[in-house]
C-alpha cells in the first residue's frame, strides 16, 4: 500500500500533531461512505449492488446514532394513485422554489425501495393483508439497515469520525482521513469515491439524535472545492417542553391549548391547524404553556403509538399532559430539518467535486422543499432515494478510474480545526467556540426573526470565533482532535448560514427577514455559497417557468392516519 511521505502529508508549515497520526490504520476501497443514517446507510448499500468494495465510517455506532433511530419517523411514500396530488402539494410547500421533476422522481424512488427493506426484514403494519409503507420505527429500520449492509460485505467502522477529505492532483477526491474513539488512533480510507451523508447541523442543540449532526461534512465538502446551497434555509425551529428540551416531536401538539403565565389563552390556531408563527412570536414575549386537551381518545390512541418517545418525558416527571399545563421552548434543528446543504449538480447527486457525493441532510434539500422545511416524510424519502443516487453515481466514478484508484497520491485538505502555522503554543479554547456560536444561533431574536443590522452584528463576533479557531488545536487526545474539528465545523456553519440569509432580501418560508417582509415573486433562485476566509454568495437563477398547480382541496397531512 502506497505511504504517505511527510512532504505529502506536511504543507506549508502546518502541522499534524502526534494524537493524530500515531498507529493509524490504513484502509482502500472503491467507495467510502461517510455517515450512520438512513442515507449513508442505503448509499453504502447501492454501492455495494454495483459490485464496489465500500466502506462506512460513522461518527457514532451506526443503527442507533443520529436523528432516524432516535425514534418514528414518517415517509412520503404515497401510493402511485395519490402521487400527483402529493407531488403538487409539495411544490407548492416549496413556492416555487422546489422542483417538481425531483419532487417526482424522489416519490417514485422511495415508493419503489420500500418492499426492500420489507424482504430485508422489516414489518410494516398491514391493513387488510396489505403492508402500510407509511412510516418506519427509527431504532427497528436502522437495525435492519445495518444487518443488511453487513450481509452484502459492506465493512463498517463505529465510532470513527470522518474529519477531512483527501484529495488528487488532479482535484478529485481520494478517500478520507479521522479518528477512532475506542482505538484512541487515526485511520486513512483511500477511495475511489466518496459519498458525504454524515447529515446537517443542529449546532449541538440538544433536539434528540442530533449531537452527531454538527456540520463537518459541510466543512470537508467547502475545503475539497466544493459549494453549498440555500444555506439561509438553516433556522428550523423544532417545538419541547421546556422541562426537558431535547424531544422535539411536534405532533402531539397539534392538539394543545396554549395559554401564557397567567393561563390566558393564546390561540395559536389558524382554520383549526396550528399556526406555524404562532409559537415563537408567543415565546419572544413571555413564557408559553400547552395542553393536550384538544385530543380526542382516538387520536391519543394512535400518537402514544407513534410518537411514545414523546411521551417520555412527561412520564418521568409525573405529569398528565392532557389535563395539565407544560412549558414548552423551540429547539433549533438547523440544517437538520432546514433545508440548506451541499449543492448538488446533477441526477446522481455529484457535487462540483469529480468523485465526491452527498446525500440525506447533508445535501442541500432545496429541490424537494424550497427554503422550507423538509422534515419528518420528506426528509426521509429524500434519504432512501438520494442515497442510492449517490451510491451508485460514486460506484460508477470509481469504476471509471480503473483497477487501482485507492493508489492515487493524496493529501489531506483539512485545514482549520486540524493544522495551524501559529508561531504561538497555546491552543483555542473548543468549548468557548461552542458556546460563542450558539450564543448566536440559539436566539429567536437573531436567527428566527432576522435583519441586517442583526445579521451583520452576529457575523461580526462569529468573525472573531472564525480567527480564533486559524490557532492551534487541542490535539492531546483523540477526542480533542474531534472536538477542535467540531469547533471549526460549527462555526463554519454559521457563517455560511446567516452570510446566505444576509443577501436573500425577501421573506420566504422559513428564511424570515422583518426588514423585507413580503416574498418577492423576482428572487425565484438558489443561492449558492462557500468560502473560508473569504465568504461568497452566488446567485443561480431558475429559468424554468413556475409549475401551475391545480387546487388541492382535500387535506394531505391533517388525518391521523398518517402522523
Known sequence: MLEFSKAQIYQEGRKLLTAYREDELQLSADVLVIGGGPAAAWAAWSAASQGAKVIIVDKGFLGTSGAAAASGNGIMAPSPENWEKVGAERYRIGKNLANLRWIERVIEKTWLSLPLVESWGYRFPKEDGESVRQSYYGPEYMRVLRKNLLRVG???LDQSPALELLLADDGSVAGAKGIQRQHHRSYTVRAGA?????????????????NTNTGDGLLMAVEAGGELSSMEASNHYAISTAFNATVTRGVPFGWASYSDEAGNDLGGYVNGRRDPSFLPNALLKGSVYARLDRATPEVKAVIEKSHFIAFLPYKKAGIDPYTERVPVTLVLEGTVRGTGGIRIVDDTCATKVPGLYAAGDAASREFLAGLASGGGGPNAAWAISTGQWAGAGAAAFAKSLGAHPHERVARPAGQVGLRSSSPTSAT????????GVQAQMFPLEKNYLRSEQGLLDSLAKLETLWQQVQGNP?????????????AAALTAVARWA?????????TRSEHIRIDYPETDPNQRYYQATGGLDKLWVRRDWITDAPTKQPVITTPTTSSVSKL
Request: proline content about 0%; aromatic content about 10%.
Open 154 to 156: 459492506v465493512q463498517i
Open 194 to 210: 466518496v459519498v458525504l451523508a454524515n447529515g446537517g447541523c443542529a449546532f449541538l442543540s440538544k433536539a434528540l439524535g442530533c
Open 428 to 435: 483555542f479554547d473548543n468549548e468557548a467556540i461552542v458556546h
Open 474 to 486: 487541542k490535539q492531546d487526545t483523540v477526542r480533542d482532535v474531534e472536538f477542535s474539528r467540531r
Open 498 to 506: 446567516y452570510f446566505s440569509a444576509l443577501n436573500r432580501e425577501e
